[in-house]
């Protein structure tokens, strides 16, 4: 084994790692703003890696520039989700929330299954196989891409909320529902353009994915576990601990993968969350 | 004397919520505890109910030591006590919830069931027995939230506010009501209250805390002609 | 009461003599739906009774399964045997897991989370476990089906009926008897208010920790079940968040907390879904995931409408 594979497989983890960070990022968002646990995430991940190759395949294009009308899309049903579907449950117990989302969950991954069958799809652009090369090192260019569009993403999601009134407002909502509602913000319509913001992440982030990586139906909750898996390790509230989560799992996954055995690689992720549940549940970069 | 507090503290992140508060309540009496809001007097409560510990002093019931115990260890050991907001089982009916309250000493289903029946008929709750605790209003979720206390057979029972929010009339049946169980079975009271009309009442000592210190301990009378506690809380112009 | 008592005594007599009117193809859909109504009912006691949502349940079911399965097919040790190690093995490890989630202050979503780990970790864990099959499965003789080998957990679809209904009725009757007892009293003041059942007197993380591990054994019992009844486990199946998620659904939709909710769920959606298969394969569709989708729409419609479960509603409209 040598160095140079070692290094390669960290770099190309690290990279995947922050397009798993943007799609995690997407869930911080919702769940810290709304509190809602969303377990669709996943599969609305998986819907969107579906869209990119349904566009490209029809449409040829890139799915780069897909990105944008599929998260305008997204935005939208993230939207009315919230706003037609689950804002009517706040006030109810939590389970009621949790199983509300875990049946929307089981009704997209099995349309997906419905409509486009168990077998593997993917999308395979003309530079899919380059790579750029520093010294002994190979960076895939899709995956670099992919990476840089995550960390745009995620910088224009953090300025949004650092500058922006509405920013501010959401994060007023987060902080403190009662007090936000006392103010005069109408927290309803905030929680549901969170969702919606929420949903933006996970679009782009499926459309880059799956140049990485190929998308079949049941990865919509295998991503939803690594999504909160993530959210949880790196801290809830946290839009850095996201991305750093994200990171920590890819690397882990992609030496998982490396040194044990590649069918492993998610138990060290799960473990992890068991770890981390029980002996830093704020996660690495969140607060109580 | 049934509890002895000596020298209690208790800090939270830097902030003396009680500095040094030594008190006591006698067998058979009716202790009352008033002071101003934020005077530290639900942390006191917390703190013999074992909710938390206290950082120093020490904490005797009957004699032994319970500073550091569980909630449910007090309980078991003869302290009862309700909440200043009332945390009734909604989703059980009131006599259900008595029950809870009575399985701690009672074997049986049966034994608990009548213990809880004749304590809601002594509170006035007798005929809302079978109805769910989440219908109630008020007044009925306090006496309901005494009557699951006093189901637990205690020697000691902690009344957190429990008049508050009451009208008048509630507030003399609720009084008569403590006067007859201590009169009749010997129960010790310690009892946390603003609304003075109660206190007066029932209260043949009164302590006052203000900035988690005790400022002022003795019979009503006393107390409440005492300079330090009518400038720090009931006002000169004080008519008790 | 006594309204109910009468609908409760037609019903199990219909049940028991259901084989006599239905075909083998009947029997295994009932036997079906038993099953389930079993392992919803052994879920529901520490969602009901403790309140604590555990969504890695198939966590239990596979490694009861696993651990009579695999004494049976390394030891020819029939599963009464097993049955005991399984029952303990799993209420041990429910106790592991109780004990770091409550000793650590873990509830609602991240106690959920914290099952499906776990359970995701054993299922990973079993597919690198070759002494018990790995990936490929373990695989049970499946021995001369027409006497009855009650030693051995080996006959006609007839005795695993009447075991699967002999399970759930003793499950209801245990959760019935509980109910009413002080175990009863307790784990619902602490699913409704755990701080003032504290201050009763109640040692709340003890009380939790045995609804956990009774569900945990219970739910054990149907990975037993399972594996002698299916006579092969694979760690995909077995542990998959799936199963999870479909052991949830009949107590969910009939009604958390209550003692029919289960059953009655497990009704509902076994007898509308293969309804609706019938009627699509009738129509010649062969419909991949439409059966997941129609358990998806049920329980979204449940939540939104009946939130309480069907169990409540109907009771009250038959006065029961």
Redesign the interface.
Known sequence: MSFDLVVNVLIAGLLTGLVYGLMALGLSVIFGVVRV?NFAHGELMTVAMYAATVLFATLKLDPFIVALPVAAAFFVFGYLLQAG?INPFIT?P???Q???L??????L???L??IF??DARNVQVDYQLDSFEIGKILVDKARLYAAGAALLTATGLFLFFRYSLTGKAIRACADNYLGAKVVGLNVKKYYALTFGLGSICVAIAGCVMVLLVDVT?PLG?YYT?LA??IV?VGGLGSMGGALLGGVLIGVSEALAGLFI?P??K??FS??L??VV???R?QGLLGKR | MILEATRISKSFRGLKAVNEASFSVEEGAIVGLIGPNGAGKTTIFNMVAGVFAPDTGSILFQQKPIHGLRADQICAAGIGRTFQIVKPFAGLSVLDNVMVGAFLREKTSSGARSLSASILEKLGLGPKRDLPASSLTLPDRKRLEVARALATRPRLLLLDEVMAGLRPTECDQLVAVFREINRAEGLSILLIEHVMRAVMALAGQIVVLHHGEVIARGSPEHVVRDPAVLECYLGEETEV | MTRASAALAVVAALLIALPAFVGNYGLSVATLILYFAYTGQAWNVMMGFAGQLSLGHALYVGVGGYVAGGIFYHWGIGPWAGLWVAMALCALLGVVIGFLAFRFGISGVYFALLTIAFAEFTRIGFDHLDWLGGPGGLFLKVAQRDTWDVFNFRGPPLMYYYTILFLTAAALALCAWLLKSKAGYYWQAIRENEEAAQALGINTFRWKMVAVALSAAMTSVSGVFYAFYYNNLFPEQVFNIGRSIEIILGPVIGGVGTLFGPILGAVVLTVLSDGLTEILAALGWEVPGIKQIFYGVVLLAVIMFLPNGIWPALAKRLRL
Do not use: D, K, Y
């Not at chain 1, 875990?102 to 009704?107: K, L, P, Q, S």
């Open positions: 646990v579907l109810r939590e389970h009621s949790f199983m509300l875990v049946a929307v969950a089981i009704i991954v099995n349309a299954l419905m069958g168990p139906p909750p576990l909160f898996v949880i055995a069918s492993a998610s138990m799960f473990g969350l068991i549940l029980l002996l549940p």
